[in-house]
Every structure is written in structure tokens, then in C-alpha cells.
């Protein structure tokens, strides 16, 4: 028996949950393992209940369960509160908490949507790498931080982006260890021409990298990569870098794969994992149904096979989204000319329908 923490969040974030929900009671029997849900409140919902977007009660338990799963937070209802108090403070709350430090975001093409990706088929036909975002350091976290005021009556804002040795060679570990079950291809990523902090990034990831003498490093700086990931993307295996730039970069590879609809993740650390869509949200499309569960379905198949050592559950789940797209099948992010349109819940039906 194993405990997930459950937090739907707001937006489409409740509406996707809910569908990944259904996927995961599917496979359970599959499994022989039985998984206990909780629904817990962090973001918005968390704000409008008790104030704060993460309580620490709420932390406890997340802390002392066997997996988190996250759907979005964050709306325009809590935008104009001050930064400790929005909901996105939930989320980062919960990643320090757990100290899930290594973000896993696989950037995948499904054959059925080459066609959907603004770039041309040809550069993204096959497409398959992973970022590995560091999590809970970096620019999200340092300090000293905040917005002063001036003796002449202006203000400045400012952030710290920090990172310590121990931060940098943990996650540039991680990175060495996934290439090795890959190509075995890391391309590091930071502004070292630029920033110290990035300086001292570089030095510690060469440092890690002796270990791994099998795994080919390659160091690009992220303006450059920015821009490879849309000349060509098939040269990376492993992209590994800091909270930031790994945030900016999976919503631009996202986009790579036709939707950032599409993309699961995981973060890990050394205690519980979590599991969330990369994509966020979305209070535009909120409420309509017609958002796409399928990277949060996907986030379920991540579940399976790092949390609970059930890869065979985890290939079925994405077999049963391979099928459903391949039955032509898409939401509105991903709809063509030629195929089926359906909304989040039939999608979720499909999918479930589909797990054999
Ligand atoms: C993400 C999101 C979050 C982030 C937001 C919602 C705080 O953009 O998971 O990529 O910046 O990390
Ligand atoms: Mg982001």
C-alpha cells in the first residue's frame, strides 16, 4: 500500500488531475500494489482556504508520502498579491520541502504530431532528449532578495542567483547517470562568459564529469542553446542546467514537440518524488474542457516506473496515449484537419479505455 499526495491545484490543474486520477485506478490491479490518494490544497485553492499557499501541515504530509502529484497552480485572481503570498510560492514550497532537486523533463515526439510542431517535420521528426532542470536553488531561491527603496525615492528590485558546490555536483550527477541509460551525451548549459555563478557551475560539472568517462560534455551558453534547440534539436541526449534556464528552455522545447500539452515531469531528490505537467495553469482555458490531459497522464507513467518500480505499468500507460493519438484522437492544442476533437474528460476516457 502506497501514498500519493494529490494536489490538483487550480486551473485546468483540477481538470487534468482529475483525468490522471482515472488513469492511475486503471492500472492499479495491473501493478499488485494499491495506491491511497489524498487530495491536499497548495496554490490558489490553499490561499482561499487557509490564506497561505502552502501550510505546513499540508508539507508534512506531502513529506511523509510515497509520491506527490501536482496539477497547476497560479491564476489571475491571486496575481496582484505580494510574491511570498502567491500561489506559485505554494509550488516552490513543495519542491524545497521535498527537496526535489533533480526536475526530469523528457522532451518526446510522438510520431502522430510531428506535423503539429511549428518547426519543419524534418528537425524534430524523432525528437527525443531530457532537460534535467535544477530545482531548488539557483535565482528561484537566493538570497538576498526583494524590492527596496531608495533614498532619492525610486525602488530596485533584486534576486540572488546562487549556487553552492554540493548543489551544482548533485544534479550534474544525475545528469551523467541518465545519459549513461541514454546516448550518453551531456550538454551542460549555462553564461559562464557572463556570470560567476555559471562560472563556478562549469568548473564543478567538468569535476563531476571525470567520474564518467563513457559520457561525452559539451557546454553551451544558454543564449546559444536557445537557439540550437531550434536549428537542431537531435544533437541533445541529456541537457542539464539551472532553475531558470531550465524553466525557460522546456517551455521552448515543449513547443518542439507540437504542445507544451504534451510534457510530463518528475523531480526527484534523495526523499519523496514529485510528479506535475510542465505546462501550467492555463486560467484562460480553465473550466472548459478542453484542456489536454495527456501530459499529466503522462506524469503518471513517470510515477510508475521512478516511485514505485513498476515500468511495465508506466510503457502501458504510454502505449494507451500512443493509441489514442494514433486512433487520431487530439485536444484542441494539438487538433488537425483529419482527426477526432475531444475535450479533457473524453480524452481521459480514451486514454484509460485504451490501458491494457
Ligand atoms: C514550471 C512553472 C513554474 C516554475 C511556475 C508555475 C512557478 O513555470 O514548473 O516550469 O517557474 O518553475
Ligand atoms: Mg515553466
Known amino acids: 500500500m502506497y501514498k500519493i499526495a494529490v494536489f490538483p491545484g487550480d486551473g485546468i490543474g483540477v481538470e487534468v488531475t482529475a483525468q490522471a486520477m482515472k488513469v492511475l485506478r486503471k492500472v492499479e490491479p495491473k501493478t499488485g500494489l494499491r495506491f491511497e490518494t489524498e487530495e491536499l490544497l497548495a496554490g490558489g485553492a490553499s490561499i482561499d482556504q487557509f490564506g497561505v499557499p502552502l501550510t505546513p501541515e499540508t508539507l ?7 509520491a506527490v502529484f501536482l496539477g497547476a497552480v497560479g491564476g489571475p485572481k491571486w496575481d496582484s498579491l505580494p510574491s511570498d503570498k502567491r500561489p506559485e510560492k505554494g509550488l516552490l514550497g513543495l519542491r524545497k520541502g521535498l527537496n526535489a532537486y533533480a526536475n526530469v523533463r523528457p522532451v518526446k515526439m ?11 517535420e524534418e528537425i524534430v521528426k524523432g525528437l527525443d532528449f ?20 531608495l533614498p532619492d525615492g525610486t525602488e530596485r528590485g533584486f534576486n540572488t542567483m546562487s549556487y553552492t558546490t554540493p548543489e551544482i555536483a548533485r544534479i550534474a550527477r544525475r545528469a551523467f547517470e541518465f545519459a549513461r541509460k541514454r546516448r550518453k551525451k551531456v550538454t551542460s548549459v549555462d553564461k559562464a562568459n557572463v556570470l560567476d555563478v555559471s562560472q563556478l557551475w562549469r568548473k ?3 569535476e563531476v564529469a571525470n567520474g564518467f568517462p563513457d559520457v561525452e560534455l559539451s557546454h553551451r551558453y544558454v543564449d546559444d542553446c536557445a537557439m540550437q534547440l531550434i536549428r537542431d534539436p537531435k544533437q541533445f541526449d541529456v541537457i542539464v542546467t539551472s532553475n531558470l534556464f531550465g524553466d525557460i ?21 534523495d526523499k519523496v518524488a514529485m510528479y506535475e505537467p510542465v505546462h501550467g495553469s492555463a486560467p484562460d482555458i480553465a473550466g ?19 516511485s514505485f518500480d513498476q515500468p511495465k505499468a508506466a510503457r502501458a500507460i504510454e502505449a494507451a496515449v500512443e493509441k489514442v493519438l494514433a486512433d487520431g484522437y487530439r485536444t484542441a492544442d494539438i487538433y488537425a484537419e483529419g482527426t477526432t476533437r475531444v475535450g479533457c474528460v473524453k480524452m481521459g476516457d480514451l486514454v484509460t479505455e485504451r490501458i491494457s
Open 110 to 120: 510522438f510520431p502522430q504530431l510531428a506535423s503539429r510542431s511549428p518547426i519543419r
Open 204 to 206: 564543478v560539472v567538468i
Open 288 to 306: 472548459k474542457d478542453i484542456a489536454n490531459p495527456l501530459a499529466t497522464i503522462l506524469s503518471v507513467a513517470m510515477m510508475m516506473e521512478h
Open 130 to 149: 531530457i532537460i534535467l532542470r535544477e530545482l531548488v536553488s539557483g535565482v528561484y531561491f537566493g538570497s538576498p532578495r526583494g524590492i527596496e527603496k
Open 249 to 269: 528552455l522546456s517551455d521552448e522545447s515543449a513547443m518542439l514537440t507540437g504542445s507544451i500539452g504534451m510534457l510530463p515531469s518528475a523531480s526527484v531528490g
Open 60 to 66: 508534512a504530509k506531502a513529506q511523509k508520502a510515497d
